[in-house]
């Protein structure tokens, strides 16, 4: 039954406004928006508290939204939208769900993708697209970086962060310590003298892929913890890539090996 927003300000739809960023509940809520996001989350087995969408986007497709058992779905207008959320929105559609459970570091399967104090959503959720397309399904990030399901890293990923088993670890000391006791060889994305360049690794069947900060890269006692150093050739006078480029390129090469 669609349910007719007659008072924006009601105490179920502030959940719109409140779960910006990198804001979460303790209840593992989080805010999608943009029907290609909500409709792929639609489609996953994850559960979908509420939707609130304009009649344009029911018209188009309802179908899908009725395939799931969703408490409470809120007609509005891309008006009303707007002050709901507080600020200008382009989109027609957005939805309140339930992440899943973070992953054990024990569950995490061959192939790790591992973030450094990354800082940017858009590359948080950048590199998690790219290793959903991939096939790397495990996403080891700390504390202090963007959540994959925060609302911006999630529109960047399309919605396909849902696809990989998320490791929040909080001492990346403790956490590569703990990996390479589990078998993991723990290469690290950076430009040094002794890097071996990306043309002749090789790579181990069980590995981990460290991207550093945006800016600073990967600190040197990091490094020094670290299996072994990977660049990606260049032409002179070029630094680096893009972090969220060179992850896909490294997770590419890295994967076509195996």
Same mark, same amino acid.
């Given at each position: 039954?669609?349910?007719?927003?007659?008072?924006?300000?009601?105490?179920?739809?502030?959940?719109?406004?409140?779960?910006?960023?990198?804001?979460?509940?303790?209840?593992?809520?989080?805010?999608?928006?943009?029907?290609?996001?909500?409709?792929?989350?639609?489609?996953?087995?994850?559960?979908?508290?509420?939707?609130?969408?304009?009649?344009?986007?029911?018209?188009?497709?309802?179908?899908?939204?009725?395939?799931?058992?969703?408490?409470?779905?809120?007609?509005?207008?891309?008006?009303?939208?707007?002050?709901?959320?507080?600020?200008?929105?382009?989109?027609?559609?957005?939805?309140? &769900? !339930?992440?899943? +459970?973070?992953?054990? $570091?024990?569950?995490?399967?061959?192939? =790790?993708? #591992?973030?450094?104090? @990354?800082? *940017?959503?858009?590359?948080?959720?950048?590199?998690?697209?790219?290793?959903?397309?991939?096939?790397?399904?495990?996403?080891?990030?700390?504390?202090?970086?963007?959540?994959?399901?925060?609302?911006?890293?999630?529109?960047?990923?399309?919605?396909?962060?849902?696809?990989?088993?998320?490791?929040?670890?909080?001492?990346?000391?403790?956490?590569?310590?703990?990996?390479?006791?589990?078998?993991?060889?723990?290469?690290?994305?950076?430009?040094?003298?002794?890097?071996?360049?990306?043309?002749?690794?090789?790579?181990?069947?069980?590995?981990?892929?460290?991207?550093?900060?945006?800016?600073? &890269? !990967?600190?040197? +006692?990091?490094?020094? $913890?670290?299996?072994?150093?990977?660049? =990606?050739? #260049?032409?002179?006078? @070029?630094? *680096?890539?893009?972090?969220?480029?060179?992850?896909?390129?490294?997770?590419?090469?890295?994967?076509?090996?195996?």
């Amino acid at each position: 039954m669609i349910i007719k927003v007659d008072d924006i300000n009601t105490d179920e739809l502030q959940i719109y406004k409140e779960l910006r960023e990198n804001a979460f509940r303790s209840d593992r809520s989080f805010i999608a928006d943009s029907p290609k996001v909500v409709n792929l989350l639609l489609e996953s087995d994850l559960e979908i508290k509420s939707i609130l969408a304009t009649q344009e986007y029911y018209d188009e497709f309802m179908p899908l939204v009725q395939s799931k058992n969703i408490p409470k779905v809120y007609l509005t207008t891309k008006e009303e939208m707007s002050r709901i959320v507080g600020h200008k929105i382009h989109h027609n559609c957005m939805a309140h &769900g !339930i992440r899943p +459970d973070d992953i054990a $570091l024990e569950g995490a399967g061959e192939c =790790i993708i #591992m973030l450094d104090n @990354i800082t *940017s959503s858009e590359n948080v959720g950048s590199i998690a697209r790219s290793a959903a397309a991939l096939g790397v399904t495990s996403y080891f990030l700390p504390k202090s970086s963007p959540h994959p399901f925060n609302r911006r890293a999630l529109r960047v990923s399309m919605g396909y962060a849902h696809r990989l088993g998320i490791y929040i670890y909080k001492d990346i000391f403790e956490t590569i310590a703990a990996l390479k006791s589990a078998g993991y060889r723990v290469y690290a994305a950076e430009v040094t003298e002794d890097s071996t360049p990306l043309s002749s690794l090789h790579v181990s069947a069980k590995w981990v892929l460290l991207m550093g900060h945006e800016g600073k &890269g !990967i600190a040197q +006692d990091i490094l020094d $913890l670290c299996d072994e150093i990977v660049s =990606i050739e #260049m032409q002179e006078g @070029i630094k *680096s890539f893009n972090v969220g480029v060179a992850a896909s390129i490294l997770m590419y090469n890295f994967l076509k090996q195996q």
